[in-house]
């Protein structure tokens, strides 16, 4: 079973607006990070966030992390066509640290 | 600075015909991993190296998959004999120890 839920499963906005999808994870965490699936294509890492940071920042992408809630968050401001891929959440705990599991991933499309 | 490479990147077979994917880390990568991504959802880890062991294959169904990866640099993964639900997008990815993970294309592959 996946250790990471996205949510929603899909999301669909209009050029410009934000988008934001949720992460939700079941066991204590080392890292949490946000890749971006382009159709057909590989992952791309977008952001990591340690088990002791609260927010990070990267360009338009801010992420939050609450290790008491098991959840984390990816927003993405000011949408552009181009951001429209599927975005997943991957989890690395603390035992058998090189090991990421994936959710099933927020499919984001960004209408012109 | 060439990304990680994978062939084929298509692959159609009839049930239990063996099947072969190759990947080719990032130059000075030593920790390899191999995912396979069924549609919808996110990649789930079949076999991780460091260098040329394999550290986890906890989720590697070792009745018809195999894997190596020769000197520690590139690596095949096997199948034999496919079946219909082996049918699945392919990925390999390279790090740095346990550093963040850059993935190849893949090798999407249809079992008939």
């Known amino acids: 079973s996946q250790q990471g839920e996205e949510d929603p499963q899909a999301l669909s906005i209009q050029e410009g607006e934000n988008a934001t999808m949720n992460c939700s994870y079941k066991t204590s965490i080392n890292n949490l990070q946000w890749y971006r699936q382009n159709s057909g294509r590989g992952l791309v890492h977008l952001i990591l966030?340690?088990?002791?940071?609260r927010e990070k920042h990267s360009g338009r992408l801010r992420v939050t992390l609450d290790t008491s809630k098991k959840s984390s968050s990816l927003l993405i401001t000011a949408s552009r066509a181009a951001d429209t891929a599927s975005y997943f959440c991957?989890?690395?705990?603390?035992?058998?640290?090189?090991?990421?599991?994936f959710g099933d991933g927020t499919t984001l499309t960004v209408k012109p | 600075e060439a990304g990680v490479v994978q062939s084929p990147r298509y692959k159609i077979i009839e049930k239990k015909q063996p099947v072969a994917f190759w990947c080719n880390p990032i130059?000075?990568?030593?920790?390899l991993y191999w995912y396979r991504q069924n549609l919808g959802q996110g990649p789930e880890l079949l076999i991780r190296y460091e260098n040329e062991e394999a550290v986890d294959d906890s989720q590697l169904p070792k009745d018809r998959f195999s894997a190596e990866r020769l000197k520690g640099v590139d690596s095949t993964l096997k199948i034999q004999p496919a079946e219909l639900g082996d049918s699945a997008v392919y990925l390999c990815a390279s790090s740095l120890d346990q550093g963040t993970q850059y993935f190849g294309p893949g090798t999407r592959l249809l079992v008939l």
């Open positions: 991957a989890t690395n705990r603390y035992t058998n640290a090189g090991k990421s599991t």
């Open positions: 966030i340690r088990s002791n940071e």
């Open positions: 130059s000075g990568h030593n920790t």
